[in-house]
Structures are given as structure tokens and as C-alpha cells.
């Protein structure tokens, strides 16, 4: 398991990203109690009606006209989160530096390795989950965004993570009060990223997700 020293650092940079496109939490010494304070900020309501989502509210898929992070590179971003997060990176000649065509993901979500390897029968292998799900973003709050702001959100790094692709279906839409990932060592980092997302796109947590994810602050970020 990670120790607490890099676990710290780990969160520290990801809380960081709050400040950086949102309100900053509390100055708070702690990662994780700056974590928790920004939980604790959020509003907590319960689901809005599922009418009206689907895919396309938030643009087109892994789209490239976004204002976050590796947006307008000339790359989609499916290949911009596998270059990111694969090592041994193959890239496809004439793609402009873009297409992965190989390469070896370590799994956070199951602290297993698995090689990537892309075609029409191995790309689905590995996946790119949405850490806060789009379905789940359209009921706590998305659907009060615009366009641009919902296009961002669901092309946004920080939101993002390959993992393989059973793992993302079984997933499906849950928020952390319903799915957890598999591998303990990764839950906390996993709800920070949440609770940073929600505090820079202004949605909500129902109470039993808010819950939840103060479980795993106070039990798996020691």
C-alpha cells in the first residue's frame, strides 16, 4: 500500500486543481482536511429527474474544443488521457503525435498492469471512466450549465481515468455511495478527485454519496 507521505502529496495536487479553476478550499495543513472541508461546502440535495440527458448534452465525445487542460492540442482527448496515463507508449505514425497505438496501463482502480493494445477487438479493453459520471453530473447540478461549461466538464483531466473496461461497465454510472474502486489503496484519491470536480463545476451530493465519501476520507487516507 502507498504510504501516507505520497498519499499526501498525491492529494495535495489534486486539491490544488479547486483553486485553480474554482474557489479554493479552506486553508486548511492536512490534504485530506482540506478535502474534507471542501466536501463539507458542497450542498447536499437528493437526485434531479433524469429527463432530457443524454450523451450529446455534453458534447461530442472526447471532444478537443474545450477550455481545460489539453483542449485545442489537435488531439482527441481518448488518446490525450492514454498518452497521460500509459508508460511504453507506441504512437501511431502520421497522427500527429496523437494516436496510442500501444502501451501498458497501470490500473489504479485494480492495482493490476494490463497492455494496451489498440484495434477493433482490443481498444474497449481499456476504457476512460468519468470519475464523476455524466448521468450522475446531469441529476447533482449539469443540467444548469451551458454548453461550454458541460462540454469541459466531461473532457476535463482531472475527471478522468483509464481503467479497464469491465471495471468502467461495472461501474456504469454510480457515484460513491453505490461503487467504490476495487483496489483500497486507491479510494482515497479516487473521492478527492470527486469532491474536487463537484467544488469546480458547482453540483451537488446527495447525503448518502456525501456520506460515503467522508467514510473513506477518515478510513482509507491514513
Not at 498525491?10 to 479554493?24: E, H, K, M, Q, R
Request: proline share 5%; aromatic share 6%.
Amino acid at each position: 500500500m502507498p504510504s501516507r507521505t505520497r498519499r499526501v502529496a498525491l492529494l495535495a495536487v489534486i486539491v490544488a486543481a479547486t483553486s485553480a479553476v474554482g474557489a479554493p478550499p479552506p486553508a486548511v495543513a492536512d490534504p485530506v482536511d482540506a478535502t474534507q472541508a471542501t466536501l463539507d461546502s458542497l450542498p447536499i440535495k437528493g437526485r434531479a429527474p433524469k429527463t432530457g440527458y443524454s450523451r450529446s448534452q455534453f458534447g461530442d465525445s472526447w471532444s478537443d474544443d474545450v477550455w481545460v487542460a489539453g483542449g485545442r492540442n489537435g488531439c482527441d482527448t481518448r488518446n490525450d488521457v492514454l498518452r497521460e496515463q500509459l508508460s511504453d507508449v507506441v504512437i501511431k505514425a502520421g497522427s500527429d503525435g496523437c494516436v496510442v497505438v500501444s502501451g501498458i496501463l497501470n490500473d489504479p482502480y485494480t492495482g493490476t498492469t494490463v497492455v494496451f493494445q489498440r484495434g477493433p477487438d482490443t481498444s474497449q479493453e481499456v476504457q476512460i471512466d468519468h470519475i464523476v459520471a455524466l448521468s450522475d453530473a446531469w441529476q447533482k447540478g449539469a443540467q444548469q450549465l451551458d454548453d461550454t461549461t458541460r462540454r469541459a466538464f466531461a473532457n476535463d483531466p482531472v475527471n478522468l481515468q483509464a481503467t479497464l473496461g469491465w471495471v468502467n461497465q461495472q461501474k456504469g454510472a454510480g457515484d460513491a455511495a453505490t461503487w467504490l474502486p476495487p483496489n483500497v489503496a486507491y479510494r482515497c484519491e479516487y473521492v478527492t478527485r470527486i469532491v474536487t470536480v463537484k467544488k469546480t463545476y458547482g453540483l451537488w451530493v446527495t447525503q448518502a454519496e456525501r456520506d460515503a465519501i467522508a467514510r473513506v476520507l477518515a478510513s482509507d487516507c491514513g
